[in-house]
C-alpha cells in the first residue's frame, strides 16, 4: 500500500520499549570501558574510566527522557544525534587498538537508537559527526586499504542495518494503518444503509490508502458492467455502462477471483480478454481487480494506474479486504431497500399500498405545481367483481387483479404511479398529462381487458369483467389531492351508474376545457 501521508514517529513508550536491550548492551559495553581504564596497566586509564562513568550516566538520563523532556521531539533528537557522535568520535581517541572492535559495535547501536528515535535523516547525521571527530585518528596510521576496511566497515554495516531496520518499521507501519484503515471503514460501512453513501466512503477510502490513477465500482446488469463509481486522473465520470464481454472486469467477474496485472505493456493472455479504455483516452498500465459476489451482488472494484509495477500484493490484500465490506454493504443497502419497497407495495399485485400512493401522489403535486404543469388521476373499479368472486372463485379473481394490474403497467409511463386502493379499486396518477391524454389511458385499459384470456383450475376460458374509471385533473378541477380524490372517485360512480364499462367525464369535457 503507498501513501502520501507521512509515517509518523513512534510513541515515547514505544521507543523505550524498543531501546532497552540496546541501552542495556550500551551500558554494559560501558562498563567494560570503565573497568578496562581501571585495570589498565602500569596506571588506570583516567580517559576511559571518566568515558565509562560519563558514558553509562548519559544513556541511562537520557533513557530515563526520552518523551519527557521540556524541548520538543525533534531538538531533543538533534541534541541526542550530535552529543552521541561527538561523544562517540571521541572514543576513537581513547580506546587501545585492541578495544577496536568495541568502537565498531557502539557505532552501530548508536545508528540504530538514533534510527529508531529520530529516523533517517538524524542517523547519517550522526555518522557524519562520528566519522568527522574519529577521521583524525584514523588519519595518524599509514593510509592502506586494509586499514580503510576496517574504518569504514561500521559506518557501512551501519547503513544496512539502519535502512533494513527503517523498511521493515515501514512496512509493520503501513501495515497497522492498513488494518486500522480496515476496522475503520468496515464500522462506517455497516452503519450504512445508502448506496451512495457507501460509494463516497469508498471513494474517501481509496484516494487516502492507495495511489491510484484510476478506480472503479461496477455492479453487472444484464450483459453489461453499470460504473456506479469511476474515478480517473482527477475526475469522476457517472452513468458509464460497458459491454462486459471481452474485458478484464468480466473474466475477474466471470471466475470470482482477484486480477492483479501488475505491468500491462505486456500481452494479456487471457481467454478472450482484451484491454479496453473507459475513462480518459489513457492505456493503465497497472491493474488489479477483486470481485464483489453476493446474494444480491455481483460487480467488480479495480483499480489502474498509469505506471507499471505501481501496485503490489499489499494493494491487492487491502483491495480485497475492502471489497468483502463492500460487498456486504451494498448486500445490506439493496436487501433493506426491498424491505422499503416491500413496506410500499399491495401484497397480492405488486402495485402501491394506499397508504404510499397517497404519499406519492403529494409528491407528484407539489412537483406539477411548481413545474406549472397538469397532473391526472383516474380511479378505477372492476365491475361486478364480487359476483364474480362468487362465480369463478377467489383464485380466478386474484388472477384478474394482477392481470389488470399488469395492464395498466403496460399503458403508463416510468414516472406514472399506480395503487391499489381497497378492494377491487385502483388508483393511476399521470403527472404532465392532459384529460384527453388521461384518456386515451384509460381507453387502453379498457380495451386491453377486454382482450384478456383468463382460464380457471380447470383450464376452461372464463369471461373478463369490464372495469368503470372517473378521471379528474389537478390543479385545473381541484388544487388538493383530496378533492382530487374526491371528483375522480364521484366520476367513477357516475360511470358505474351509465351503465359501467365506462369512462367519465366523455370527450366533450375535455375538449370544452381546452376550449377555455
Sequence with gaps: MKSNKPLTAFAPHEVNRFLAPLMLATVFFMVLILLEGLLARPNPNVYMILYGIAGTLYVLTYNALIGRSPFDRKMQGWVHTITSGIGLGILAFILPENLGELFHILIIFGAVGVATISGRYLTYVNLLVIMIFSLPKHLQNPIGLQHTLEYTSPFVISIIIVETYLRIKDTARQHIRRLETINRVSQQLMQSLDREEVSTLLNATILDAIEADTYFIGMLKNDEIQLDLL????????????????????WVINN??????????????????K????????????????????ANITGIMALGSYKPNAFDLADLELLSSLAQHVTLALDNTIRHAQVEEQARLDSLTGVYNHGYFLKRLAEQARETASAKTPLSLIMLDIDYFKQYNDTFGHLVGDQILNSLCTAIKHHIKQGDA????????????????????AMQ????ISETMAILRVEDRNQRTVPVP???????IYPSEADDIYRLIDLADRRLYIAKERGRNQIEPDISHWSKIQAK
Design 231 to 250: 474515478y480517473d486522473d482527477g475526475e469522476f465520470f457517472n452513468g458509464i455502462r460497458v459491454p462486459l464481454e471481452g474485458t478484464l472486469a468480466s
Design 256 to 273: 470470482k477471483r482477484p486480477l492483479f496485472l501488475p505491468d500491462l505493456r505486456e500481452d494479456v493472455r487471457l481467454e478472450g480478454v
Design 275 to 294: 484491454v479496453r479504455i473507459i475513462g480518459k483516452e489513457k492505456t493503465s498500465l497497472s491493474w488489479v481487480g477483486v470481485p464483489l459476489i453476493a
Design 418 to 437: 399506480v395503487g391499489r386502493w381497497g378492494g377491487e379499486e385502483f388508483v393511476i396518477s399521470l403527472p404532465n398529462a392532459t384529460g384527453e391524454q
Design 441 to 444: 389511458v384509460a381507453k387502453r
Design 466 to 472: 369490464t372495469v368503470s374509471q372517473g378521471i379528474a
